[in-house]
């Protein structure tokens, strides 16, 4: 059971505060916030997920800035409470349209009644959207979303010719459009994010992808989908073959499962045959489908990374990424990021003549190379020179003391793994009835680390 839940901003004002048992002293959100902020202090970088502060268990997840908090003084399930919070923001989401700290404040008597109907005395009760509407009678305060800051895998994908209508995934799922009509459209995105470790060569070292096939659906009357995936589809491997006999080739350029599961609206009655889900989506956004691949995989990107000693007191680092992803494809908000030698005082940086959108920057609490770029078109190649000024002279292998060099980016309309939805099929209401399907892919950077 949990004692308490509260929503913080990124300045630490509370935006949202329910006390549920009331056995946790009321300034508890004081002491969680103080405690995460000079976390650094302790010898961390960030706060841990779970903590405990004078017999206080918190446990605290980052939504789009907004930091969702549960206590208790019972020892509970860490990853029941994480999930619980995942999901409390979820369902704020689906009837607020868009999660931030605005969208918070002007609906606090919506958000306080999914509170309660959420969790009672401390005890969860549902998290299903769907089910929540039959409880819930306050309507939402809609927030324009045209002025705020792009957020999520949606934000992604506003580019090209085929623009997504800016406010398509920030509805709410419960009210209507003015005018009392609704849009319909369904919105499946293929979400991969891809853990890679290279070796100081180039080797790949460990390679996996935790995906996720998400759905968000605005059709009235919940109609039945059918969703189809690559024919070629296997799960499970053992020495090389499918676990699981089901009719998939596990052949060169086949996509090989090695696990999965799905959603409980989902029936699996075809998939044996045709690789074809059918399930009545509810409201609300919700993963179809779960998987996880440890075969090998082209990297979206290549990292070579070179220091060379100029000197007692001085050294140079030269960073270069490729992009190995096809040149109509451009990744969004990469990040670079290299620990340096801690005697190191001062870097200065060149970027290669014409560098458009980069930045630079040497953090010096905590001797750390940054590099952003904003956009990296496929098959493009940037580098980037530093040199190192250090206090002391080194006294043993620069390399050692330095890196690993890590990435974090967002890649639209790309999937490494392959996986497809082949096609997405909606039972007709009438001859007439049409409504917009958007099937999306992304890829992002779980942990993606190179060796020097």
């Known amino acids: 059971m949990i004692s308490q839940l509260f929503v913080l901003s990124q300045r630490g004002d509370s935006i949202v505060f329910r006390d549920y048992r009331g056995d946790v002293p009321k300034g508890s959100a004081e002491i969680f916030f103080r405690k995460v902020k000079f976390w650094k202090e302790d010898g961390g970088e960030e706060a841990p997920p779970v903590f405990n502060v004078d017999g206080v268990n918190y446990f605290h997840v980052k939504v789009v800035g907004l930091l969702f908090v549960a206590t208790s003084k019972t020892n509970l399930s860490p990853s029941l409470v994480l999930e619980l919070l995942q999901r409390i923001a979820r369902v704020i989401k689906d009837y607020l349209g868009v999660l931030n700290e605005d969208s918070l404040r002007k609906n606090f008597v919506l958000v306080y009644e999914l509170l309660d109907e959420v969790v009672d005395f401390g005890y969860v009760q549902t998290t299903s959207t769907e089910i929540l509407k039959s409880y819930i009678f306050n309507e939402p305060i809609m927030v324009d979303a045209g002025h705020l800051p792009p957020l999520g895998p949606a934000a992604m994908f506003m580019q090209g010719t085929k623009r997504m209508p800016g406010t398509a995934i920030t509805k709410s799922v419960v009210s209507n459009e003015p005018g009392g009509r609704k849009r319909e459209e369904i919105f499946v995105d293929i979400i991969e994010k891809i853990s890679i470790t290279f070796s100081s060569s180039g080797y790949i070292l460990t390679s996996e992808i935790d995906g996720t096939i ?182 043993g292998n620069i390399t050692k003391e330095a890196g690993p060099v890590s990435m974090t980016f967002t890649i639209p309309m790309h999937n490494p793994s392959r996986l497809q939805v082949k096609y997405l099929q909606i039972a007709k209401k009438s001859k007439t009835y049409n409504p917009y399907r958007w099937v999306r892919y992304v890829t992002q950077a779980n942990s993606y680390v190179a060796r020097i």
């Not at 940086?349 to 956009?375: C, H, M």
């Open 214 to 395: 998400q759905m968000k659906s605005y059709l009235t009357g919940n109609p039945e989908i059918r969703l189809a995936l690559n024919e070629d589809l296997s799960i499970g491997r053992a020495g090389g073959r499918s676990v699981y006999d089901y009719g998939g080739s596990a052949g060169s350029g086949a996509v090989v499962l090695d696990d999965c599961n799905f959603h409980e609206s989902v029936h699996l009655d075809s998939f044996d045959v045709d690789r074809t889900l059918t399930l009545v989506p509810p409201d609300g956004e919700f993963p179809v489908m779960n998987y996880r691949i440890t075969q090998e995989f082209k990297p979206p990107f290549r990292i070579n990374t070179l220091i060379e000693e100029a000197g007692s007191l001085k050294a140079e680092v030269i960073l270069k990424i490729r992009a190995e992803f096809p040149s109509d494809i451009t990744a969004n908000t990469i990040s670079v990021q290299m620990p340096l030698p801690t005697y190191t005082s001062r870097v200065s940086f060149e970027l290669e003549p014409g560098a458009v959108g980069q930045t630079t920057d040497f953090k010096e609490s905590n001797k750390r190379l940054e590099w952003s770029l904003k956009k990296v078109l496929g098959g493009s190649d940037h580098t980037l020179r530093a040199k190192l000024t250090f206090s002391q002279e080194s006294h």
